[in-house]
């Protein structure tokens, strides 16, 4: 098939819900793609930070034909071992207690929604349903993770929405100032990434997360993009001094199968109780064996590799100099760019793919995600490009 045939069959039968590039990925190494034609991309978009072991990882594939041989799912009706496995693994490393799994980011957050509901209304009665969200965040395409997002360009079209969240800024001041009788939690993503790689100041998330134990508001932290070792730890929380009640997890865990979940502390460990929440897929034996693959490859020195490398990328970057590539913000292998000189951040990340690297835009900003096993080699490749296009 050519790229032709392929663009007018997906017109023809999809729908049209994203704004795709003229670029097909055909299969891929590291990370390093190919096209149909058998054109080569250095990916700095790891599937939106999905692929965190790139392209056909040895021990990943391995884990998931070895399960896929054996069960490829049953139900949460019977016991099987891969979700298990991986939810000790998850909790061990991450000093919370236990584990709900479903498939996506905007359902692990509905989870962490309805644990500070439920929490709420056995502790204190009916009333207490707000959660406060913050301004520039995403937390999901559903009606109500669409409403949690603080962007006014989100709550369009779908009406009505849920009324009980309410926005704040990322500061200690503004999160009191939306407070009330009526709250059961604060839901925030510490790196905001749809919203445009915006790093949260650790000192006011800090009094952010003490007001929380004050009033006790559920400390609901959003690590869909963030987790998974993207920051250069397993969960970025875990680089900001607190202590979260609840923390979603998605999009890297299983380097590309459709996994997603949620982590809680003791205390709220047994707010979800049976029949009050499920998912037929939830903790699929495949994707949870791959999720083990991920998280034993993510050892100590695999997450401070990460770090040294998002540190590599982020000096490549600023050395290049670039009339249209400002100040690099971000942790780890999550970066943003402010974009200058003139040009938007669509018009830099369709040159860049015109010149053979992918990235990706968020707000204002071009962001990198790049597979967390991405070489030297790759990066330095990647700020070839990013040179040759942009200095020109
Ligand atoms: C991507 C993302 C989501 C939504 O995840 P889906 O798997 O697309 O539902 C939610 N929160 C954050 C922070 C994200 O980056």
Known sequence: MTFEELKALDDAYIMHTYGRFPVDIDHGEGATLYSLSGRKYIDFTSGIGVNSLGYGNEKWMAAITAQIGKLGHISNLFYTQPGPLLARELCTRSGLSKVFFGNSGAEAN????????KYS??????????VITLNHSFHGRTITTLTATGQDSYHNYFFPFNEAFRYADPTLESVQAQGGEDVCGVMLELIQGEGGVRPLDPKEVQAIADLCREKDWLLLVDEVQTGIGRTGTLFAFQQFGIQPDVVSFAKGIAGGLPLGGILTNEKCSTVLTPGTHGSTFGANPVSTAAGMAVLETLDQTFLDGVKEKGAYLRAGIEAIGSPYLGQVVGMGLMLGIDITGGRTNKEVASLLMDHGLLCL????RLRLLPPLVITKDEMDQGLAILKQTLMD
């Open 361 to 364: 835009t968020a707000g204002d």
């Open 110 to 117: 509905e989870a962490m929604i309805k644990v500070a509901r």
């Open 121 to 130: 209304f056995d502790k204190y009665g009916k009333g207490r349903s707000t």
